[in-house]
């Protein structure tokens, strides 16, 4: 029996992906190798956080970065640098210290602006971003840079003004050299690590020294053993995670991407064999494509039986789209693509 089971908890069939509330991604033998040999040891986490920043900065090529417990935590940290620059008593203070973060109006689908709240910033959304930048602090969602001013103009501007730019690209993995562009696109990025194989509460800021090096000033290090109760106090991190974020980039890095994607488009070929519908490619975006390599399967007719799908043990957990059911393999082994088809073709013969 496993330990779910003891528990009382359903194992979860994931055909949806890399999502939070199904916890993440599911850790590699090597990087739950590593994280393991850190569990088993000791180190400071004062030295540990910055030599794997500076490794992590080596491997994506910008000068700065830092690991934090996730990207929400990353926007909340990095807010706080902007606003409080390095002085022990603002960093202190936050987060009741009155602070304005701007974000263009263009990108008002955006939920995660809300996570810069939590470090006391009030949210402006604006339609001219240029005219209302006066010192305040620019967040700017990678995936939406289609919408509004680009990036590339709100950071040139933002330069200008001496006005720093946060960037949240934390599903922005692919191509790897993602990872250093949009560490250079503003002044500090947030990437988190549960989309290259790292653990759920994991991510990285990434960027320019100075405001990286406001980030590790207010983290929960500082707060333990620095003259400051700093704000980031709860924003803590372990041996194990902290690895695991570092090992996992390493090898999503030296991933051969052509040949995962082949095997996830076999996968979904032997699923749609199975159950029917259509090959798709479900994106991080949560987008349905109809391009190759795919990595999921479209069942049209299927949405009203998600709930029945979902209740049962195991639970089977796919997309909603329209009146379809999208079947994401990408989390699935190639055994759980077998035992998916039964499950659904037991719960929904018709």
């Not at 033998?29 to 986490?45: D, E, G, I, Q, Y």
């Not at 991510?203 to 500082?222: E, K, N, P």
């Not at 055994?335 to 659904?344: G, K, R």
Request: one cysteine or more.
């Amino acid at each position: 029996m496993g330990f779910y089971s003891s528990l009382g908890v359903r194992r979860v069939l994931n055909a949806s992906g890399i999502y939070t509330d199904l916890g993440g991604s599911s850790l590699s033998p090597a990087v739950w190798a590593a994280a393991a040999h850190a569990n088993a040891t000791w180190a400071s986490m004062d030295e540990l956080l910055e030599a794997s920043g500076a490794r992590i900065a080596s491997l994506i090529g910008c000068p700065a970065a830092r690991v934090v417990p996730g990207a929400s935590a990353g926007i909340a940290l990095s807010v706080g640098a902007c606003v409080a620059r390095g002085e022990g008593a603002v960093m202190e203070a936050l987060p009741a210290v009155e602070s304005v973060v701007v974000v263009q109006r263009a990108h008002a689908g955006y939920v995660y602006a809300r996570c810069a709240a939590l470090a006391g910033a009030r949210i402006e959304w604006v339609d001219d971003v240029v005219a209302a930048l006066q010192a305040r602090p620019v967040l700017h969602p990678a995936h939406l840079d289609d919408a509004g001013l680009p990036l590339a103009a709100v950071a040139s501007a933002a330069r200008a003004c001496g006005v720093p730019v946060i960037v949240d690209a934390a599903f922005q993995c692919l191509p790897v050299d993602a990872f250093g562009r949009w560490a250079g696109a503003g002044d500090v990025a947030v990437f988190s690590a549960k989309y290259f194989g790292g653990p759920n509460a994991g991510g990285f800021v990434a960027g320019g020294a100075s405001v990286v090096g406001d980030v590790a000033a207010l983290d929960f290090v500082g707060y333990e053993s620095g003259p400051w109760r700093t704000f980031g106090r709860a924003f803590k991190l372990d041996r194990a995670g902290v690895v695991a974020v570092v090992a996992a980039l390493e090898e999503w890095l030296a991933c051969d991407h052509a040949a995962r994607r082949s095997q996830e488009d076999s996968r979904a070929a032997r699923l749609q064999s199975l159950v029917g519908g259509t090959l798709c490619r479900f994106t991080l975006d949560e987008r349905v494509l109809d391009a190759a390599p795919f990595n999921a399967v479209r069942v049209p007719g299927m949405a009203a039986s998600a709930d029945t799908l979902a209740a049962g043990d195991p639970s089977v957990r796919a997309v909603v789209d329209g009146d379809a059911l999208v079947f994401n393999v990408e989390a699935l082994s190639s055994p759980e693509v077998d035992e998916l088809a039964a499950v659904v073709s037991a719960r929904c013969p018709n």
